[in-house]
């Protein structure tokens, strides 16, 4: 469920309708609804007490500042991959004890930024990181709590560019050799085990891949006692699909997934951790944008929107779905068309949909990608030299533009000409 709706003929965000943010700060633009944002963070909260737990928003999905804060404010913690986001989540106010740094190839810089700033703990995931971390903590006197991120070899049937938990990706170590691996790590001075990590992938809809790595966690955590380990966290990853389509079955609820992680490893007395990010923010947010021309080709019609590949690039890099629909209502009974969904930039990927079904639609209309909250705007570029464009918070009947537009002179002036040119 999200709050983005139709009310007397236009499509709203929360209270306000989505012509008026059109008209305020033009096409095209993200919108992020607060209470969806807030409703889904606290479907996982529910979903896992009264496990001790914390939710850890993985600010890879959607990083926005103004956002983060929406979450840090209900208490969510932050899953980080770099020092962007890790400024990031200190931006919105998280304290350092709730930020997790995940990633295969945290610097030695990130990790000193982290170390000196707070941190919940790493997610290790070679034996180097793990050297290179008890390095940098030993120079500055201090331990690193960590994770072990395992792999556990398990298909999450999602697709293969975002699958990570089988044994040819490059994410974790083998989970065979996972009693060695802790052994070296008890031994480096710099560093202090806290628990287990795992995340398998993400846009899964099914739980029988969650089933099958959170038991091989749970057979995990014995052996690791067995051998002497202290393990009291488990980060379970994020990974929960979300419905692109209102037509197609729903993945499982949050609901579902919590009640599977109490059935796994519920019993071991472990502080749960998860790092959600698509199922908090992917149907919290639409992308507008406006047709320029309809124009019509051998066989088929396109609709050129002032979106492009380089705003959502979803579509044309996984092939991805999105839910097309009309800013205004059309009238009951409006028949539809088909149309080729493209936008401006100069190659033929650039397509949002193929002979996709919508109401008649021509120059002018606004028109709204749903599910673009997640790996949407921070996904995008300056392809074609289009500037980033605008994202927009609404809570209620308010609404604040919480990244602008740039200028074109901005943009140009990033570029330097070298003196002897
Ligand atoms: N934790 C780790 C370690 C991850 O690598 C990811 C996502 C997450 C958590 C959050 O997964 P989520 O709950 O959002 O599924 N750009 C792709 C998705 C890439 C996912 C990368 N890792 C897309 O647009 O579908």
């Known amino acids: 469920m999200d709050h983005f709706l139709y009310r007397n003929g236009v499509l709203h965000a929360e209270d306000v309708p989505l012509t008026e943010i059109a008209a305020r700060v033009g096409t095209p633009f993200y919108v992020y609804s607060t209470a969806t944002l807030t409703r889904h963070y606290h479907l996982f909260t529910e979903a896992l007490s009264p496990l001790p737990h914390q939710v850890c928003f993985a600010i890879k999905s959607l990083s926005n500042v103004a956002v983060l804060k929406v979450l840090a404010d209900l208490g969510a913690g932050m899953d980080v991959v770099s020092q962007g986001e890790y400024l990031r989540a200190k931006a919105a106010g998280v304290p350092g004890d709730k930020i997790v740094f995940s990633g295969v190839g945290k610097t030695r810089a990130e990790m000193r930024l982290a170390l000196e700033g707070g941190i919940r703990q790493f997610n290790v995931e070679s034996e180097p990181e793990m050297r290179a971390l008890s390095e940098m903590a030993s120079s500055l006197g201090v331990k690193a709590p960590i994770t072990i991120r395992v792999n556990p070899d398990v298909d999450a049937k999602t697709h293969e560019k975002i699958a990570t938990g089988k044994k040819e990706n490059k994410f974790g170590i083998p989970i065979a050799r996972a009693l060695e691996v802790y052994a070296e790590a008890a031994r480096l001075p710099g560093l202090q ?40 966290r488990l980060d379970l990853g994020g990974g929960l699909g979300i419905p692109y389509t209102r037509s197609n079955e729903a993945p499982p609820l949050p609901s579902d997934y919590g009640a599977l992680i109490k059935r796994t490893v519920g019993h071991l007395g472990c502080e749960i951790e998860i790092e959600p990010g698509r199922l908090i923010s992917g149907n919290a947010g639409l992308l507008v944008s406006s047709v320029i021309y309809l124009k019509q080709g051998e066989g088929r019609d396109f609709l050129i929107l002032d979106a492009a590949m ?112």
Not at 207 to 229: I, W
Not at 332 to 350: F, K, L, M
Not at 357 to 379: E, K, N, Q, T
Request: hydrophobic residues 40%; negative net charge.
């Open 193 to 232: 085990i806290v628990g287990i990590d795992v995340h398998i992938g993400s846009q899964l809809t099914d739980l029988e891949p969650f089933e099958a790595a959170y038991n091989k966690v749970a057979d995990l955590t014995l052996a690791l006692r067995a051998a002497g380990h202290q393990i009291d």
């Open 310 to 421: 380089n705003d959502l690039v979803r579509p044309s890099m996984y092939g991805a779905h999105h839910d097309i629909v009309p800013v205004l209502e059309p009238a009951a009974g409006t028949e539809q068309q088909d149309y080729d969904v493209v936008g401006p930039v100069c190659e033929t990927g650039d397509t949002f949909a193929k002979q996709r079904s919508l109401p008649p639609a021509g120059p002018g209309d606004l028109i709204a990608f749903r599910s673009a909250g997640a790996y949407g705007a921070v996904m995008s570029s300056e392809y074609n030299s289009r500037p980033l464009i605008p994202e927009v918070l609404v809570k209620g009947d308010q609404f604040a533009v919480i990244r602008e537009r740039p200028t074109y002179d901005e943009m140009l002036n990033r570029d330097k000409l070298p003196e002897w040119l």
